[in-house]
């Protein structure tokens, strides 16, 4: 079986973290086991194939979103990278959403003027056209809410917003994005674009930061040290991408999310086939029993769905889940300005995998009503 892990379980946190193919678990063990090494340090042949392998993993990468290896960084997390590109691109001002997650918001604040795109309850949805933009210099958004699920029309925006400002910098976060939906970084002609290893059924402490070559090259390194430097008493950076990648990199790591990449595009359409069935599916039992459905008004949400239970904390929702083997994601997201336009301190999200069920979702509507009966009376 590829997830022992869900035997027993309906796990229904997938936004907040995927569960791992055994495919991912076997390619870092293999790492470990028959070839580790430091890697991009020894010459003897261990090391060397350390370091084949890890390049290998980078091309797979680069192709999944159609970029070229030298534009691929690897660091920890998204997280890492939108503290990298908040504080080397020094912009003195940037354009975010409000529906943003904090670490595409938090970064940002702590060396720029940030503007925001607000939401509309209304429509469900955000008010983005037209953005309102003012000539920022740095226009950050997500693909895919990690609250409500709202997908942006990014090809659309990028278009518009490089008519009123050819020399804008769009930075797009694809951490939910990447493992619902195909992604071409040429085709949306976005500057950067993040993501994080474990939403995608790839480890923890893996993320990816694509930047067009020209933008990279200009790009101050974030961490210094070991492996990105040419000369260090000239202060002459290593080539692309190795200037922003200091220290011993996590080898197995990034094997292990390039199996993840395999993993994910085999079968791809029909893994997408099915989520968008149980996303309808799970739509449609919340409509049933009067949950507050955030979004979901129109065809451009992708399987994340956040509700709000009259009269039920977020948290005591989860925790009878929890009673019934339903494991779901409750508060406020690290979203607060979306959980401000929405005027509620959290929400109870349930978040869907192509290897998720119909009978999960029974379970989770069958804790709802479990949770009315034991709160309500
Ligand atoms: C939309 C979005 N962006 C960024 C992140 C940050 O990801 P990480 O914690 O892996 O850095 C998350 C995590 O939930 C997210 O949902």
New binding site residues.
């Given amino acids: 079986m590829n997830f022992e892990i869900l035997k027993g379980i309906s796990y229904l946190d997938n936004?907040?973290s995927t569960q791992k193919p055994k495919v991912v678990i076997d390619a870092m063990n293999n790492f470990y086991l028959k070839n580790y090494s430091n890697t991009h340090r020894g010459v003897y042949s261990l090391s060397e194939k350390a370091t084949d392998l890890f390049e290998k993993s980078r091309e797979t990468i680069a192709k999944f979103i159609n970029a070229k290896p030298e534009e691929i960084v690897f660091l920890r997390?998204?997280?890492?990278g939108?503290n990298h590109l908040a504080r080397t691109l020094k912009a003195k001002t940037v354009l975010v959403t409000q529906i943003?997650?904090h670490?595409?918001y938090l970064p940002w604040k702590q060396y720029s003027k940030v503007s925001v795109v607000s939401y509309n309850k209304d429509l469900g949805m955000l008010d983005y056209i037209p953005f309102n933009y003012n000539g920022e210099e740095v226009v950050s958004f997500?693909l895919?809410?990690?609250v409500s699920g709202e997908i942006l029309d990014a090809k659309k925006i990028i278009k518009e917003l490089r008519l009123k400002n050819p020399s804008v910098i769009i930075v797009l976060?694809a951490?939910?994005a990447v493992s619902h939906m195909k992604i071409d970084v040429l085709d949306l002609d976005c500057d950067f674009l993040?993501f994080?290893g474990?939403?995608m059924y790839g480890p923890t402490g893996t993320?990816v930061l694509f930047g067009k070559t020209h933008l990279l090259e200009k790009l101050d390194p974030f961490l210094f040290g070991g492996n990105m430097v040419k000369d260090s008493f000239e202060g002459v950076w290593a080539d692309l991408p190795q200037r922003h990648e200091a220290g011993t990199m996590d080898g197995a790591g990034f094997l292990g999310l390039s199996a993840a990449v395999d993993f994910l595009l085999d079968d791809f359409d029909s893994k997408m086939k099915k989520e968008k069935e149980l996303q309808n599916y799970l739509v449609s039992k919340l409509k049933e029993v009067n949950a507050r459905i955030v979004g979901h008004t129109a065809d451009n949400f992708g399987p994340v769905v956040s509700f709000i239970l009259e009269g039920i904390h977020p948290h005591d929702f989860a925790s009878i889940c929890d009673r019934h083997n339903v494991c779901i994601r409750a508060g406020h997201?690290?979203a607060q300005p979306f959980m401000k336009a929405l005027g509620v301190f959290g929400t109870s999200r349930a978040s869907i995998s192509f290897y998720n069920t119909k009978e999960d979702i029974d379970k989770l509507i069958f804790s709802i009503t479990d949770a009315r009966k034991i709160i309500n009376g």
């Fill in positions: 936004a907040s997390s998204a997280t890492e939108f943003e997650h670490s595409n997500t895919m809410s990690n976060d951490s939910q993040l994080s474990h939403k993320g997201h690290c």
